[in-house]
Nanobody, 126 residues
Framework: QVQLAEAGGGLVQAGGSLRVSCSASGRTLRGSAVAWFRQAPGKEREFVAAIPRTGGRPIYGDSVKGRFTISTDNGKNTVYLQMNSLKAEDTGVYHC???????????????????WGQGTQVTVSS
């Protein structure tokens, strides 16, 4: 399995922007689907965004479409999540995930991924 480590979380005001990153070690992320999920206190883990194994078009959860952008830097073996126009409801722990056998229809499912980072806290104040 690949080891994942998130960074870049913090406190930001509503309407602001933040970029979180996920660095991979142990093996390359090439050929793996990569994704971001988030979890707020007392709520289930929510799908945020993902890039398919083939590197095709990213997909996004409905609540973040048009505001968040997922990207990768294969040279740095890193996944990014750019978050704009942040809202209080975006608050949560953001986890990155990777999986070598994730099919397109399963991209939004956290059960499809076999490698996870510990998460980084994002807090949006209203």
């Amino acid at each position: 399995q690949v080891q994942l480590a998130e960074a870049g979380g913090g406190l930001v005001q509503a309407g602001g922007s933040l970029r979180v990153s996920c660095s991979a070690s142990g093996r390359t992320l090439r050929g793996s689907a990569v994704a971001w999920f988030r979890q707020a206190p007392g709520k289930e883990r929510e799908f945020v965004a993902a890039i398919p194994r083939t590197g095709g078009r990213p997909i996004y959860g409905d609540s973040v479409k048009g505001r968040f952008t997922i990207s990768t830097d294969n040279g740095k073996n890193t996944v990014y999540l750019q978050m704009n126009s942040l809202k209080a409801e975006d608050t949560g722990v953001y986890h990155c995930a990777a999986g070598e056998r994730v099919i397109t229809s399963s991209l939004p499912s956290h059960r499809a991924y076999d490698s996870w980072g510990q998460g980084t806290q994002v807090t949006v104040s209203s």
